[in-house]
Every structure is written in C-alpha cells, then in structure tokens.
C-alpha cells in the first residue's frame, strides 16, 4: 500500500511539471503596418516611376536599401507622433544622369492607435491623420508629395505617392 | 501529455488490481477458517456493506504547484457525497493565481471557482470496497481579474527598437462559466483515506472579458485560448470519508 502511494506522489511531481502550449501569431494576422509609399514619373501622375532609394533615419544610424523599387514599404515608430527618414535617392551615385546622390528630409506625423488584436498577437498600432513634410536638400529630387490615404492600417494600399 | 496521463491511468488500473488482491487473500485467510464462518461470509458477500457519507478533501496538484511554479498559487478543497448507490454530488471551491511572463505581455489573473456536479461511479468494487473510476458532469463559474503590467506593441518590422508599454491596467468583474466532463479514480489508500485523480475536459459556455484585452486564464478552467472554446485540466486530491451510514 504504501509503496503504491509512493508511486502516486512521483506521478504528481511529474504532472506538475508538464507544460503549456503558447499560441503562436500567424503571420497572416494584420499586425502594426508599415505605411507603403508608390513613386510616379513627374511628368505623368498615372505611370510609377522606379528609382534607387536609400531610406536613412534622422541620425543615420539605420537605414534600408531599396533598388530599382517603384513602391516601398517602410515602418512608422510607433511610440510617438512623427517619424523622420531621409531619403536619399542615387545613393552612391554622385554621377547620375537625373537628381544625382541628394538627400530630402521626410516628416511623417500622425497619430498612433493602439488596438487589441489576440492572446498570441497581443497589440497593434495603426496610424490616422496621416500628414508629410519635406524638408528638401540642396537640389531638391522630390518635385511633389501626394498622400493617398490618411489611415496607414494595412498594407494593402499606397497610403502615399511621390512624384520625381 | 496524453501518453503520461495513459500512464497514471494504466497505473492506478495496476493500483486498483493490487488492491483486489489484498482482498482475495483476505478471504483466503477466511476460508481457512471453520465452515459455519464460510457460510456467514458467503452472505456478507451477498449484502455487503456499502458506506455513505460526506468525503471531503484538498488538491494536491495545486498545492504542489504552488510550490514547484514561480508563476502560479492555487489551492482548492473538494467534497462529495453519496446520494444513490453509484451516484455521488460533488463539488469543488477554489482559488488561484497565475502569472503569464509572455514576449508580448506580462499580466496576471487571480480569482476564485466553484464547480458542482454528478458523479457516475462505473466501478464494480469488490466487497467491502469502496474505490471509484468514475465519470463526472460540472458545471463551473469563476470570477476574476486580470492585471495588464506591460506589453509590447506587435511588429513585424524591427527597423525600430521595441516599443515596450509599461502601464498598470485592473481589468475587474471578469466571470467564466463553462462546462465540465470528469474522468476519475478514487483509490482507498487506508480505511476512509482515498488518493484521487481525475481529468478535466471542458467547454466555455460565457465569459465576460476585458474591452481592449482578453481572457488569458479563468481559474478553475485553466488556460483560456483565444478562438477555442475548449480546455483541459487535471487534479490530484487526498480526501477523507466522513461515514454517515451503512447499507
């Protein structure tokens, strides 16, 4: 008897060890977007216009690389009311033919929304009042700045166009 | 987890055998005995004597728990009692507390449970005994409530460092019912003292959750899953009959 009582307690001290499953978030769950910028030709609105662009933050610490991209998706923080990148177009191109290597300072200022999405996903931010500033270089490559839609929370569309 | 509980309950088959055997050997010291005792214990075995009365005890799961998990305090008494010769009322009122350090939010849930219920004892006991492996339908409510202490926003995207939110959110008046199906044994381990196990498979039937957060646990019911209604459980129980009569 007492041995059999011996064999339970052993199985309770395993039991109690057992583990939990987590949730995972799958990755087809619409988490925080990042705000989605389309490039057109200067001369006409309706044809995009690819380019090579280098998207630095403020103090050039980071940046993200993008080539011969006629669309580009980039994040927004989340935890204030602005972000500014310098975008910089031709990087390492001192000789091209169009707006050789030139950098435009871009102001994106919004406000950010924070929503419950799942135990897994925990929160989201999406982005409304959507507004850009460009603070132009020495030759400015930038000729206009379009925005599309001022709620930034799927990625689904261009939220902003620039012409150059 | 599945292959372990099979484990316990091939275990407590093995227990309960063991048990049976005790007994047999008991009555093989009987029947050495003169024949005129044989022919009385024929009719004990006839009309054995069967105890009712009020079996109350604590879980030892979640005391052990409570001990071995940094995360989790719980405890919980149960009782049931014998209302028909296979059927007992039982129920259970616990509490407990228990701590999710998760990489997207760290928050804590803490409450107390009742559950109530029938159990249906679908064990043929040899003479004089008393174990059970029963089957068991409950009902459950709790009321809790959850502490939100930090999270982190979800990204993607880690251009940007983590936007961490440390805040202090009591989420309050939380409630679940649900449903409860009880598979058990209850072993006597020596007169009157039983050592019970028991599995829980459970349906969500309510709950009430936070507006901009969710459910993560309801005590008693365990972990809570996002878009599934079902959950799981376990107990492990060291109880007491209080015999009030005999049949």
Known sequence: MLKNGIVLILLIVLIAYSCERDDICAASTQTTPSITIGFLSNENAQESKPLNITVYTKDRSDSIPFSSASSISIPLRTDTTATVFLFEKNPNNPAAAEDPEDVDTLTFSYTPQEVFISRACGYKVIFTNLDVRNRAGATRWIDDININLRTVENEDTTQVYISH | ?247
């Not at chain 2, 091939?10 to 005995?33: C, H, K, P, R, Y």
């Not at chain 2, 926003?153 to 460092?161: Q, R, S, W």
């Not at chain 2, 202090?168 to 019912?177: P, Q, T, V």
């Open chain 2, 1 to 247: 987890m599945k292959i372990l509980h099979r484990y316990i309950l091939a275990i407590s088959v093995f227990t309960l055998g063991i048990d049976t055997t005790v007994a047999q050997e008991n009555q093989g010291i009987v029947v050495e005995e003169p024949l005129e005792t044989r022919s009385s214990d024929t009719l004990v075995n006839k009309n054995p004597t069967e105890k009712y009365g009020l079996r109350a005890g604590i879980d030892l799961s979640k005391i052990l728990r409570s001990f071995l998990e940094d995360n989790y305090e719980g405890a919980a008494i149960m009782g049931d009692f014998r209302i028909k010769d296979r059927y007992y009322i039982a129920a259970e009122i616990g509490r407990e507390k228990k701590t999710f350090d998760e990489p997207i939010f760290d928050a804590t849930t803490q409450g107390a449970y009742l559950k109530a219920g029938i159990n249906y004892n679908a064990y043929n006991n040899w003479a004089g005994m008393s174990n059970l492996i029963y089957v068991g339908f409950h009902l459950g409510v709790s009321s809790f409530k959850t502490n939100l202490d930090s999270y982190t926003i979800y990204n993607p995207n880690n251009f940007f460092e983590p936007d961490l939110r440390t805040v202090s959110r009591e989420y309050s008046g939380l409630n679940a019912i649900w449903g409860e199906l009880q598979l058990g044994i209850q072993v006597e381990l020596l007169n009157n003292l039983y050592l019970g196990m028991n599995l829980q498979l459970k349906r969500m039937l309510s709950q009430k959750s936070p507006d901009d957060f969710t459910n993560i646990y309801a005590p008693g019911f365990n972990k809570v899953t996002f878009d599934n209604v079902y959950g799981a459980g376990y107990g492990y129980s060291i109880s007491y009959l209080l015999p009030i009569f005999k049949k």
